[in-house]
DNA sequence: TCGATTGTCTAGCGGTGCTAGGATCAAACC
DNA sequence: GGTTTGATCCTAGCACCGCTAGACAATCGA
């Protein structure tokens, strides 16, 4: 029976792996150059064997959000547990996000703009998908304002942040106000 | 002379061709499905045609981009003018960024999404672009509130747009309470 | 009429995601 | 102990991708 144990380790652990190179190789050069031959010589496995732990690339990438949100989650709970009151948690919540999409673009991708055959907003959405908008749920609930359901708040400031995060990193946005619109942001959605 | 001049009418009527047949591709199937193959076997051209017209796919891409960068325009500024009061005018414009967003998702992937090469908020940018915008501002500047440069404003609900616009068409956000939330970006962010 | 130019095509390069089928090797059974 | 069985992994290859070199035909200017 051992011997199956260690055999079941060492898969496990290969599977890691293959995440984790994954997600470096991602972050070092983007998503492109994630090919699944680059990736099989860098685990210095061939090819197949990664069919044997994922159905494709897809589900890679999925891999790679899944951890990416259990982050992403830490984070954010990280940065509204050191603020001291709703302003200054929700200032901290979106100074957070948009520091950690631009720290870990390719993380931020594969959650949020790739797709890696996750369900979103579902009940058989994955649970740290679930846990990553429930962070940012507690601490937005506080001020989504009279009559709004904290959800919908939620999902709007969230969405707003998201526009923000993709727009100047695609060079859509001057990067140099960042700062300035992400307090307009908090200023006016957020209701203190 | 005419001969020359008959011959850059139809050479630049086959670029129309190829920049009109790219985007129905695109509309019909995805962007995915815009392989230089594909789109010279529409066109019935061979495929080295295509990069007599364009360097590349991107640029492709980029001429259907400063196409729907000009409807866009057109169309921000249509619905607008039907609108009474600051209030509606704003509110019009969501719906109708957001609506545009639904119903040419390819373009606005070009636009907004993909590379095509284009310079963004920039001084090089081009006009069809930097017109898009402007058609943005025109509206959003009566609603930036005091001390607001609107440049600044308009960028922010332009993002926060662009997040719902994204997430949504990614089933990321659940597509019934686009309204509300569209409602909510309005009554917040506008300075009434 | 003859070279030069222009326009277009076929064929092919190196790359992609993915898979069929064969080799290898360890565990299980007689 | 030798044989069979099953899991594991690799080589080789498919159809497709963006892009380009080089051959060929048609047209133009002298």
Redesign the pocket.
């Known amino acids: ?1 051992s ?2 144990e260690r ?2 380790r ?2 496990a652990s ?1 599977e890691r792996l293959i995440v984790a190179t994954a997600r470096e190789l991602a972050e070092q050069q983007g998503w ?9 010589e860098r685990i ?9 732990h ?7 990438i999925g891999a790679v959000a899944l951890q990416g949100a259990t982050e992403m989650a830490v984070a954010m709970r990280a940065a509204t547990a050191a603020a001291d009151g709703p302003r200054a948690r929700v200032t901290a919540l979106a100074r957070a996000y948009l520091a950690f999409a631009e720290r870990h673009p390719a993380v931020y991708d594969a959650l949020f703009q790739l797709d890696g055959g996750l369900a979103y907003a579902r009940e058989d959405t994955p649970e740290p998908l679930k846990d990553a908008f429930a962070a940012l749920l507690e601490c937005l609930s506080e001020v989504a304002g009279d009559g709004v359901r904290p959800e919908l708040f939620t999902e709007t400031f969230w969405a707003s942040l998201h526009g923000l995060a993709t727009l100047t990193r695609a060079g859509r946005l001057p990067p140099e106000d960042t700062a300035r619109r992400t307090e307009l942001l908090v200023n006016r959605l957020a209701m203190l």
């Open positions: 029976m011997v199956q055999k079941q060492e898969r290969r492109d150059a994630v090919t699944t031959r680059r990736l099989a210095e496995y061939s090819q197949p064997v990664l069919y044997s994922f159905r494709g690339k897809r589900e890679i």
